[in-house]
């Protein structure tokens, strides 16, 4: 019964996916001037179905930046950066239970020595090695949802991670996004700059993890 429920809970799945792009809602959510005009077209309507949009956008691997940049030129600097983390973050949170849900347990059977490994390096300090690689402006986001949810992390520490490693980023292609939608120079140098330092802080926190680790193995237990 369980078994069945998941195979076509994966059918629904990939029948979603394939729905929301031929119907070329994707192709909708990355033109600025459409999603603008729907948003002032249909108020609060118009923004809880370009956050649902969003979130299947980012949660079939589409990259978040451009969800940020362009809600950022429809709907300015702060509700676009705000927009597009809800929306990622929600599309994040489908593809953590999705995987937890459908693939863990044949991945497990499969990849038992991988993903215990993969469970050892992310059980602790969670919240941090999720944002560290979330700062990071390398990486795929889809890749990162299915193996944590695949893992056996906790939801709240990886979410919190997410959401705050999200931010920077969001904010500073919302940033560039408003500011090519008002020709303002201004926000996108800011923006640079905060692109420049949340890379800069991933990679700081990327390799004082890596030296803490390196000094874990070869420490000696007492």
């Known amino acids: ?46 923004l809880s179905a370009i956050t649902l949009l969003g979130a299947l956008f980012t949660g079939f691997g589409a990259p978040r930046q451009v969800l940020a940049f362009v809600l950022g030129f429809a709907a300015g ?14 599309g994040a949170t ?33 919240l941090l090695k999720i944002l560290m690689i979330r700062l990071l402006p390398v990486g795929s986001n889809l890749v990162t949802n299915l193996l944590a949810g695949c893992s056996g992390i906790r939801f709240v520490p990886f979410l919190l991670g997410s959401v705050l490693g999200y931010l920077p980023q969001m904010v500073i292609f ?34 004082n993890q890596r030296n803490q680790t390196l000094a874990d193995s070869v420490s000696d237990p007492s």
Request: aromatic letters at 12%.
């Open 1 to 46: 019964m369980a078994s069945g429920l998941r195979w076509l809970s994966f059918a629904i799945l990939v029948l979603t996916g394939y729905l929301t792009m031929s119907g070329d809602w994707f192709g909708f959510l990355t033109d600025q001037e459409r999603v603008a005009d729907f948003l002032n077209s249909n108020g609060l309507a118009g």
């Open 94 to 126: 489908g593809c953590f239970f999705v995987a937890r849900w459908l693939l863990r347990t044949s991945l497990l059977n499969r990849f038992s020595d991988r993903m215990q490994r993969f469970d050892l390096l992310f059980t602790e300090g969670t």
């Open 174 to 207: 919302a940033m560039a996004g408003a500011g090519i939608g008002q020709a303002r120079l201004d926000q996108l140098v800011v923006s640079a700059v905060l692109f420049v330092l949340a890379s800069a802080i991933g990679a700081y926190l990327y390799h």
């Open 77 to 90: 600097s702060i509700q676009g950066a705000i927009l597009s983390t809800i929306a990622t973050a929600i």
